[in-house]
């Protein structure tokens, strides 16, 4: 790869946006930064102010069939939840491919440049393993590559219905592995491509019982993976796990070993001040997904009292009805501004860091613009009606993905005023979702 020069007219560096930052790579990472410099003819210009990659912690990518399709009547998650299984029974790897490419490549148009894909759909219909155990997620880790981003495949263990005990039925029956030994064991066989790593993931405490969760908890540090886990994001979890086990979700994982620096929870949405403690006291990340966890009505979760704990927030789109991580920051700040009454818990600086983030991914050389890191660019314009006239410290409170104009993923080009260079996003969604209809 060449070594390669861009000219941002503003970049964000460490907490602020910095003025004439000129940026140069070489095999993929930054080699040097240099804000307050004239454009030299040589370097590519970057109208309006350059980000860091942005990292999407948690996906779930088949959702996204699901967008505007799920919103007459009332419901609840768990309504909501089966037409999702039903998406998830007509899926094929070949479909699957398609439709993630797809999904990928929305993805890169808003500016991320890593995928947290929590992947769970694993076999063929009734549980029947493919040829090769692990196709649907070498389907995943191919639509990045083709979309162009990087992705941390996190496979999860799925192996009971709930709480109790059930077992998988239905199209849930693609989930499961049978035990954790036997997830492991299937895993462990998997081979990812140098933009992929394999990581691993608890599915939730309904869906893993707890004499389960230590095998899995083992591989992750036998590997020195990422652990992630659905963590109280419904109320009735919490209840039927406090009736079957006396303790809550976190109290189980905690008991587990499954909590640490290593380890992601999503939603976190109904925690007790207890709980808290432990995520923070264990430097467990937490993801939030706002514009998920509102449209299914989950609740609003006390993302200021985790911070303040210590653990490190990240956010992810999860479902897709939206994909947009300048919103899922920032609804962070606003979402706590509605459960508090208050204004000013999270500045543009810890947002943006929440947003650009890929600790919780396992890329800790990624995230930043600094010599040495991976040369991952997003470009937001200062021109559109959005974000018209805006100091550029505060473009997180107006931007949305509609704004980024240009994307550089490990050195190469991805997005270029704010088309995809390698694939017709908008003709490739409404391909691969009529062939799920």
Same mark, same amino acid.
């Given at each position: 790869m060449p070594v390669t020069s861009?000219?941002?007219?503003?970049?964000?560096?460490?907490?602020?946006?910095?003025?004439?930052?000129?940026?140069?790579?070489?095999?993929?990472?930054?080699?040097?930064?240099?804000?307050?410099?004239?454009?030299?003819?040589?370097?590519?210009?970057?109208?309006?102010?350059?980000?860091?990659?942005?990292?999407?912690?948690?996906?779930?990518?088949?959702?996204?069939?699901?967008?505007?399709?799920?919103?007459?009547?009332?419901?609840?998650?768990?309504?909501?939840?089966?037409?999702?299984?039903?998406?998830?029974?007509?899926?094929?790897?070949?479909?699957?491919?398609?439709?993630?490419?797809?999904?990928?490549?929305?993805?890169?148009?808003?500016?991320?440049?890593?995928?947290?894909?929590?992947? &769970? /759909?694993?076999?063929?219909? !009734? %549980?029947? $393993?493919? #040829?090769? +155990?692990?196709?649907?997620?070498?389907?995943?880790?191919? =639509?990045?590559?083709?979309?162009?981003?990087?992705?941390?495949?996190?496979?999860?263990? &799925? /192996?009971?219905?709930?709480? !109790? %005990?059930? $077992?998988? #039925?239905? +199209?849930?029956?693609?989930?499961?592995?049978?035990?954790? =030994?036997?997830w492991a064991a299937r895993v462990s066989t998997f081979n990812v491509d140098p933009h992929a790593r394999l990581g691993a993931a608890v599915h939730s405490v309904r869906a893993v019982p707890p004499s389960q969760m230590p095998e899995i908890v083992a591989w992750a540090d036998r590997h020195d993976a990422p652990l992630h886990v659905h963590l109280s994001e419904q109320r009735a979890e919490n209840e039927a796990t406090l009736a079957a086990h006396g303790r809550t979700p976190t109290a189980l994982l905690h008991d587990a070993g499954a909590l640490g620096p290593r380890t992601t929870v999503v939603h976190a949405t109904h925690l007790t001040s207890a709980d808290v403690g432990m995520l923070g006291s264990t430097r467990t990340h937490a993801c939030f997904c706002p514009t998920t966890e509102r449209d299914l009505g989950d609740g609003i979760g006390p993302a200021a009292d985790l911070a303040a704990a210590g653990a490190p927030l990240c956010v992810g789109s999860d479902s897709h009805a939206v994909i947009d991580l300048l919103e899922e920051a920032r609804a962070v700040e606003l979402h706590e501004r509605l459960r508090t009454e208050q204004r000013g818990h999270f500045g543009p600086p810890f947002l943006v860091r929440a947003a650009t983030s890929h600790t919780a991914l396992g890329w800790d050389d990624a995230g930043s613009i600094t010599p040495g890191a991976r040369a991952d660019l997003v470009t937001v314009t200062l021109d559109s009606p959005r974000t018209a006239g805006i100091d550029p410290a505060g473009l997180i409170f107006a931007a949305t993905a509609a704004d980024v104009t240009d994307v550089v993923v490990d050195g190469a080009r991805i997005v270029q005023d704010g088309r995809h260079l390698r694939i017709d996003v908008a003709r490739e969604l409404r391909e691969a979702i009529a062939c799920l209809s």
């Open positions: 861009w000219h941002a007219d503003h970049a964000w560096l460490g907490d602020a946006p910095a003025s004439d930052v000129l940026i140069t790579a070489d095999r993929g990472r930054f080699t040097s930064v240099t804000p307050g410099v004239p454009r030299p003819p040589h370097a590519e210009r970057l109208r309006g102010l350059t980000l860091p990659g942005l990292a999407n912690a948690h996906s779930h990518a088949f959702h996204r069939a699901l967008r505007g399709r799920t919103h007459a009547g009332r419901g609840t998650f768990w309504t909501w939840r089966e037409q999702m299984y039903a998406v998830a029974d007509r899926l094929t790897p070949a479909r699957y491919l398609d439709l993630a490419r797809a999904v990928f490549a929305e993805m890169a148009l808003a500016g991320v440049t890593c995928v947290g894909e929590f992947h &769970y /759909l694993h076999h063929g219909p !009734g %549980g029947k $393993p493919y #040829d090769d +155990p692990n196709e649907m997620g070498t389907a995943l880790a191919e =639509a990045a590559a083709q979309a162009g981003i990087r992705i941390t495949l996190l496979d999860t263990c &799925y /192996l009971t219905a709930s709480v !109790g %005990g059930d $077992p998988l #039925d239905g +199209p849930a029956l693609r989930f499961g592995d049978g035990s954790a =030994a036997a």
